[in-house]
T-cell receptor
Framework: DAKTTQPPSMDCAEGRAANLPCNHSTISGNEYVYWYRQIHSQGPQYIIHGLKNNETNEMASLIITEDRKSSTLILPHATLRDTAVYYCIVRVYGQNFVFGPGTRLSVLP | KAGVTQTPRYLIKTRGQQVTLSCSPISGHRSVSWYQQTPGQGLQFLFEYFSETQRNKGNFPGRFSGRQFSNSRSEMNVSTLELGDSALYLC??????????????FGEGSRLTVL
């Protein structure tokens, strides 16, 4: 079973930051937090992952709370092409990825 | 660098038939994982292959099988198809798969319709 809880859907205005929350209150010390997204009818796309420090790449930023029980994916300037289902996954070395239902983000013009 | 390639992209079968789906991973990647995606169950892990050996397996019946070749290409087979096998089948590759903390790279999927 997925070890994360995400809101089923969110809206964001185009050009604004999209902040997608994820709760993983039972995360263990060696589990990483991953974010993927899936645009309609395409394969999931990797966004970012981290262990305990905040991470940033060209697509997004990942903010992990100090107790690691929750995290937030930030898309700094959302565009219409960011409309997708976003999956938050916690995973440890040696395990396969378990996808939950994710958050359906709609970026509105 | 070419991405993960899955063939065929779309196919229609009838109940009782069998189907074989193919996946070519990114060059240099040794791990291939397969997932089934349906509207009701979401993305579910089928199995992972690494260096021609099945390393992990999800909770699917024995009708679902797979294999990996020496060039890392992988095939999955579903025998005695049922209506509920209609789904998007996704393949993902990675350099070391579950043996590292890196990401998976997914293909576009093969959409199977069972009539």
């Amino acid at each position: 079973d997925a070890k994360t809880t995400q809101p089923p859907s969110m809206d964001c205005a185009e050009g604004r930051a999209a902040n997608l929350p994820c709760n993983h209150s039972t995360i263990s010390g060696n589990e990483y937090v991953y974010w993927y997204r899936q645009i309609h009818s395409q394969g999931p796309q990797y966004i970012i992952h981290g262990l305990k420090n905040n991470e940033t790449n060209e697509m997004a930023s990942l903010i992990i709370t100090e107790d690691r029980k929750s995290s937030t994916l930030i898309l700094p300037h959302a565009t219409l092409r960011d409309t997708a289902v976003y999956y938050c996954i916690v995973r440890v070395y040696g395990q396969n990825f378990v996808f939950g239902p994710g958050t359906r983000l709609s970026v509105l013009p | 660098k070419a991405g993960v390639t899955q063939t065929p992209r779309y196919l229609i079968k009838t109940r009782g038939q069998q189907v074989t789906l193919s996946c070519s991973p990114i060059s240099g990647h040794r791990s291939v994982s397969w997932y089934q995606q349906t509207p009701g169950q979401g993305l579910q892990f089928l199995f992972e292959y690494f260096s021609e050996t099945q390393r992990n397996k999800g909770n699917f019946p024995g009708r679902f099988s797979g294999r990996q070749f020496s060039n890392s290409r992988s095939e999955m087979n579903v025998s005695t198809l049922e209506l509920g096998d209609s789904a998007l089948y996704l393949c993902a590759s990675s350099p070391l798969g579950s043996l590292n903390t890196g990401e998976l790279f997914f293909g576009e999927g093969s959409r199977l319709t069972v009539l």
